[in-house]
């Protein structure tokens, strides 16, 4: 009897520490803690703890979140940081279901396409730091390109290079007309390019960015694309000016590369947005185009609808390179309009 009036001494004392430090006390305090199942690892801390959820667990990994915070270096965690750009833009980009669609890992050798300001960049290059992966970045060519390309590239090595704790090494390489494919053959486990094929086709070279892909992929690799979704009735105009792509069209880029089609998700849908909008898709946010390029804005420009309407809408496909295909090195027929 006093044996157990000590135990539970104790395990009030443990209650009252646990609480002073913002932590619940497990509800078998000063009891034999029961073995996890078979399926739940023993590290598991929220076993018993009252007040919490179990820790979330990926399919091949630990768990993503602990106590309900995101365990460092899962994706919950590089998606949750504070040195994101533009966070408040996850309800129309979705990066959780993004990138679990497309099948992104910790280890994962993964090469984005074009990257802009680094959107992307700034969940990917965290993550696969913490995970062990590597990260390649195919940039504008710093050298060739026009002045902004310049002034993009700069401020993303500024960024991007410049913080080695928090974003790895990222390898900084050049995808353009020119500029051999941005990886040695065969390198690659993940291909992903966001909202920039219609560039490519305007510059009259995707057929060359796609067949750069092919090369630096590894067998069995994966292209993720992200495009603004041109309706599909009509003929695709070939160099996207209107910055819509018909989701046809990128699947004959694709396919003509030597890729073969997995999957499409509606992930990045906005059926609101009709399309047809007076200076293209960057009439719609985030850009918000009030004037023809190379005018100045016009202040008068009402961009209220266009606001409601919100980003886009994005197909979200995912290709695959075959475990045996053609050479890489022979480019295959440039894609044409679908009929």
């Known amino acids: 009897m006093a044996r157990r009036a000590h135990d539970v001494t104790i395990a009030a004392v443990l209650a009252g520490m646990l609480s002073w430090v913002g932590l619940a006390a497990p509800a078998n305090a ?35 979140e602990i106590y309900g915070q995101p365990k460092i270096g899962s994706l919950p965690w590089a998606i949750a940081g504070a040195w994101r750009i533009e966070p408040e833009r996850d309800r129309w980009r979705h990066p959780t279901q993004t990138l679990a669609f497309v099948g992104l890992r910790p280890d994962m050798t993964v090469l984005e396409a074009w990257p802009g300001a680094g ?31 310049r002034k993009a590239v700069q401020s993303f090595q500024d960024r991007f290079l410049g913080d080695p704790d928090l ?5 900084l390489s050049v995808l353009s007309r020119d500029a051999p494919p941005p990886a040695a053959d065969n390198s ?18 995707a057929d060359k960015a796609f067949h ?17 979704r041109a309706a599909a009735s009509g003929e695709q105009d070939p160099q996207a000016r209107d910055g819509y792509v018909q989701v046809a069209y990128m699947k004959r880029l694709a396919l003509d590369a030597g890729f073969e089609f997995v999957a499409e998700s509606e992930i990045n849908a906005n059926p609101a947005d009709t399309r047809d909008h007076p200076f293209g898709v960057w009439t719609l946010p985030p850009v918000l185009r009030t004037s023809a390029p190379g005018l100045p ?5 009402d961009q209220t609808p266009y606001r409601m ?7 979200t496909l995912k290709f695959r390179k075959p475990l045996a295909g053609r050479d890489p090195a022979r480019p295959g027929p440039t894609a044409a309009a679908p009929p």
Do not use: C
Not at 126 to 133: D, F, N, S, T
Not at 188 to 205: C, E, I, P, Q, S
Not at 297 to 301: E, I, L, S, W
């Open 212 to 228: 750069d892909f092919y090369r630096v992929l590894k067998p069995g690799g994966v292209l993720g694309v992200e495009e603004h």
């Open 309 to 315: 309407i919100g980003e886009s809408d994005r197909m």
């Open 30 to 64: 000063g009891t034999a803690r029961a073995a996890p199942a078979a399926d739940e690892p023993a590290y598991w801390p929220s076993r018993g703890v009252q007040g919490a959820q179990p820790a979330s667990q990926t399919a091949n990994g630990p768990p993503e």
């Open 188 to 205: 690659v486990d993940l291909v992903m390019t966001f909202r920039n094929v219609h560039n490519w086709m305007a510059a009259g070279w």
């Open 167 to 171: 974003y790895g090494s990222p390898v």
């Open 119 to 149: 959107w992307y960049t700034s969940i990917l290059a965290p993550y696969l730091h913490r995970g062990g992966g590597r990260l390649i970045v195919a940039h504008f060519d710093g050298q060739a390109g026009g002045a902004n390309q």
């Open 297 to 301: 804005a016009d202040p008068t420009f």
